[in-house]
Nanobody, 126 residues
Framework: QTQLVESGGGLVQPGGSLRLSCTAS????????VGWFRQTPGKEREGVSC????????VYADSVKGRFTISTDNAKNTVYLQMNSLKPEDTAVYYC???????????????????WGQGTQVTVSS
């Protein structure tokens, strides 16, 4: 059974940092594209960042460029999202997901992803 599990969420003050982890089990992340998404109550899920593990290309939403960094540790079968200079508007449930087929391009389109984790809450508040 394949699975993605997010961790690392929590409460942080504005300007602080968190690192989210997305650990895969039942398959290896090599050659798959993985994305991070977030959702707040009453709003649609939005793409934050993605990484293609076939060519290491990355994409970031404009709202997080320069503050968030996505990376992969193949030895740990984990994708990370390093979030710096956090703002209250970054508060959301964060999900990771993967595109189901190999060698797919990086995209922030929610509909392109077919396997999702359960989410982890990030709250940015003083």
């Amino acid at each position: 059974q394949t699975q993605l599990v997010e961790s690392g969420g929590g409460l942080v003050q504005p300007g602080g940092s968190l690192r989210l982890s997305c650990t895969a089990s039942g398959f290896t992340l090599n050659y798959f594209t993985v994305g991070w998404f977030r959702q707040t109550p009453g709003k649609e899920r939005e793409g934050v960042s993605c990484i293609s593990n076939s060519d290491d290309s990355t994409v970031y939403a404009d709202s997080v460029k320069g503050r968030f960094t996505i990376s992969t540790d193949n030895a740990k079968n984990t994708v990370y999202l390093q979030m710096n200079s956090l703002k209250p508007e970054d508060t959301a449930v964060y999900y990771c997901a993967r595109r189901l087929l190999l060698f797919r391009q990086c995209t922030l389109s929610v509909g392109a992803y077919g396997s999702w984790g359960q989410g982890t809450q990030v709250t940015v508040s003083s």
